[in-house]
Each structure stands twice: as structure tokens, then as C-alpha cells.
Nanobody, 121 residues
Framework: QVTLVESGGGLVQAGGSLRLSCVFS????????MGWFRQAPGKEREFVAA?????YYADSIKGRFTISRDNAKNTVYLHMNSLKPEDTAVYYC?????????????????WGQGTQVTVSS
């Protein structure tokens, strides 16, 4: 069974930066595509970034966020720069039992508990 644990969220001013981390355990990390999603209050969970055989970004964060992974540490990161108030959400890490990355919540098999990111104006 795969377990995902996110960390790194917090309160930051607009224009600031945060780095989210997600530690993967239970299976061979390098064989899984990883994704980040977010969910704001009253909204559906939306795709942010994915990293597997290919790298994908949502248009809303392209050029500001970067997804990366360290297979030696079983960790995937989301580097977030130039944060905006509209980036405020709970951010979720997800893992897919395939190295083919995807942009839909249905593509992923395992989810973390989420970490809150709040950007003040």
C-alpha cells in the first residue's frame, strides 16, 4: 500500500515562495508518476502539475511553479514562486501506478492528506 505525506504549506504574502514536499512510501517510487492537485473552498479539485514520462503544468501556474522529484529520497516537490491570492488552496500529492503522467484526478490511484497554502494580498 502506498502512503503519501505532504508538508511545506503555510501562510505567505503575495509574490512569495513556498516549496511543498511529498514523501512516498510502500512501493518503488521510481515506477510511479506523481502529480500535484489543489482544491480551493467551494471548488472542485484541479490539476496543478504532473511528472512521469512527461511533465505537465496547468496554464494557471505555468512559469511560476516547478515540479521535481528525488528518487533517492522518494520525494516529489512543488516549487511555487510569485504566489498569488488565487493560489490559496489545499494542495494534494497523488501517485499513479504507471510512469505515464496524467492531468485528471481519475488518473491517480493514491492521495495524500493535503497541505494548506494561504496567500495573503
Amino acid at each position: 500500500q502506498v502512503t503519501l505525506v505532504e508538508s511545506g504549506g503555510g501562510l505567505v504574502q503575495a509574490g512569495g515562495s513556498l516549496r511543498l514536499s511529498c514523501v512516498f512510501s510502500g512501493r518503488t517510487f521510481s515506477m510511479y508518476a506523481m502529480g500535484w492537485f489543489r482544491q480551493a473552498p467551494g471548488k472542485e479539485r484541479e490539476f496543478v502539475a504532473a511528472l512521469g514520462g512527461s511533465t505537465y503544468y496547468a496554464d494557471s501556474i505555468k512559469g511560476r511553479f516547478t515540479i521535481s522529484r528525488d528518487n533517492a529520497k522518494n520525494t516529489v516537490y512543488l516549487h511555487m514562486n510569485s504566489l498569488k491570492p488565487e493560489d490559496t488552496a489545499v494542495y494534494y500529492c497523488a501517485a499513479r501506478r504507471s510512469y505515464r503522467s496524467g492531468a485528471s484526478t481519475y488518473d491517480y490511484d493514491y492521495w495524500g492528506q493535503g497541505t494548506q497554502v494561504t496567500v495573503s494580498s
